[in-house]
């Protein structure tokens, strides 16, 4: 009886085997046969052994967060990954051009991240901030080698949100001034605080009295704002049918931003000392993959010191080497922040966020307790400072740099041939945007109905990318850092056969 239920057993498992290994065919089979052919992959994920689909669903629309939209009408359930790639609990693989929102720096699973930890966490796992450990010091000289010489104290927090929250904090002790000025259509949080600063409409809730001391300033965007050309903006693509007068030294439409947002100034806070900080986005994120005209965030910034106030540079998504040619995003705007905030690609998804400041900003805190029971912990500090040695080690900036610019390149191509559903193709890097339109004349976003059908046909084809702006008609790709041009390839083909599907039918 003992051998008859051992064979059994041993039955059993390999016919699931075989089930698993036949699901992994039959999806390659028909990504062959149906859609662009998807680059290969030598990894073999292992089986998925979790809760069944319908109650893992029935648990995230009842449980884990009713308010939490899913993406996709049937959303996915994601069972493993590995670096640009993802399978889901069918053994379906997926292309992973969202890096889950610019987050997944170097890569799912990375090994050395994965063999970091597991050494790490069996020595010590946390310690609270109060006392000292050798993964900190390590850690935070590592960063700050990254940065001008005047940024020279770092904090450690959870997350994006809470480090903008203590970055404002910090401004304000500083200043002794309350305002904190953002620009339309940001994004830098959905806490309390944050989400004060976050301006769009579609992160606010009703009835729930917004927090005092914020100004949400000018939409500087070059192709759906009231100014901007062919010369406006720091991208390897420029807006399609916008003229301009703009030359090497001067743009039009970064004057008449700046001019509009010195209007809000002048008429909505105090004369003097009137603000704390200027708080932007390199690259407006969530917003879109928007890029201010040139020189914009250099004017803004000299006018925020002129009035006492600073300026903090929130590099959550735009970090790490994602915008390909410099570290920060904030280079690429000849601009010096007094503060930095870091997030997402700073440690891979494990949850990190950083503020870095000088040295005379942060004394600001000493004149009350200012705690994080989680702030550096080892695990964090470690898994931060293997980030920092991948970077380094694969030059994944410089990949982001040459494939994100080719991706871009080959993306442009489709302003010509769906120039009334493709409105605009921009971003640098690994940080990129396609926005959708259903009139090209007068920029209207495209129906929200028909950006679904696209980003569905989309998943379906085995590429999974991200959606923003304030209508959610933007395609936002933003993947690991480690992604090749056949992924670029392979992409640029999936988009294009999802527009080819949407103009048939419509």
């Known amino acids: 009886m003992l051998m008859n239920k051992s064979v059994r057993v041993i039955a059993t498992s390999a016919f699931t085997n075989l089930r698993w290994f036949a699901i992994q065919v039959r999806n390659s089979v028909s990504t062959v046969k149906d859609f662009p052919k998807m680059p290969d992959c030598k990894f073999v994920p292992s089986a998925y052994n979790g809760a069944n689909y319908e109650t893992v669903e029935r648990a995230y629309k009842s449980v884990v967060s009713p308010s939490l939209k899913q993406f996709y009408k049937e959303p996915l359930l994601i069972h493993e990954g590995r670096r640009q790639w993802l399978w889901d609990h069918r053994g379906k693989r997926y292309l992973d051009m969202f890096g889950g929102v610019a987050t997944v720096s170097v890569g799912h699973s990375h090994p050395k991240i994965a063999a970091a930890i597991f050494e790490q966490t069996s020595k010590l796992n946390h310690v609270s901030s109060v006392y000292m450990h050798a993964r900190l010091h390590e850690y935070v000289t590592k960063l700050k080698a990254k940065f001008p010489s005047k940024l020279k104290v770092v904090y450690l927090t959870n997350s994006g949100s809470e480090a903008n929250e203590l970055a404002f904090l910090m401004a304000r002790i500083y200043t002794r001034s309350q305002h904190i000025v953002s620009l339309q259509n940001g994004y830098h949080g959905a806490t309390y605080g944050t989400s004060a600063s976050t301006a769009m409409s579609t992160w606010r809730y009703p009835f729930i009295a917004q927090p005092a001391g914020y100004l949400r300033a000018v939409y500087p965007d070059v192709y759906r704002g009231d100014w901007g050309g062919s010369r406006c903006r720091d991208s390897p693509v420029q807006v399609a049918g916008r003229k301009c007068d703009c030359n090497e030294r001067e743009c039009i439409a970064s004057e008449k931003y700046f001019e509009k947002l010195d209007e809000s100034f002048r008429f909505n806070l105090p004369c003097t000392r009137g603000v704390a900080a200027f708080v932007a986005e390199s690259i407006q994120g969530v917003g879109g993959a928007v890029q201010y005209p040139k020189y914009f965030l250099q004017k803004v910034c000299d006018y925020v010191h002129k009035k006492g106030g600073l300026y903090i540079a929130d590099e959550v998504q735009t970090g790490f080497g994602r915008t ?28 990190l966020g950083v503020v870095v400041t000088s040295n005379k900003v ?8 200012h705690f994080n029971t989680f702030g550096g912990n080892p695990l964090a500090c470690v898994v931060g400072s293997t980030v920092l040695d991948i970077i380094e080690e694969e030059d994944l900036q410089q990949n982001a740099y040459v494939v994100g610019t080719y991706l871009i390149d ?19 890097g690994l940080m990129i945007g396609v926005e959708l339109i259903s009139n090209s004349e007068t920029r209207t976003p495209l129906q929200v109905e028909r950006v679904l059908e696209i980003f569905e046909d989309i998943k379906n084809m085995g590429v999974l990318v991200g959606k923003g702006g304030l209508h959610a008609n933007v395609l936002r790709i933003k993947p690991p850092l480690c992604v090749t041009k056949m992924d670029a390839d392979f992409t640029f083909a999936v988009i294009k056969e999802a527009l080819e599907k949407h103009d048939g039918k419509y």
Request: glycine share 14%; net charge negative.
């Open 362 to 369: 942060a004394e600001s805190l000493n004149s009350a307790l």
């Open 410 to 428: 080959r993306l442009s191509t489709l302003l010509s041939q769906f120039p009334d559903v493709v409105g605009d193709v921009r971003g640098k």
């Open 324 to 351: 390909g040619e410099h570290f920060w995003g904030y280079e690429g705007h000849g601009v010096e922040p007094d503060i930095v905030t870091l997030a997402k690609g700073v440690a891979n998804g494990f949850p």
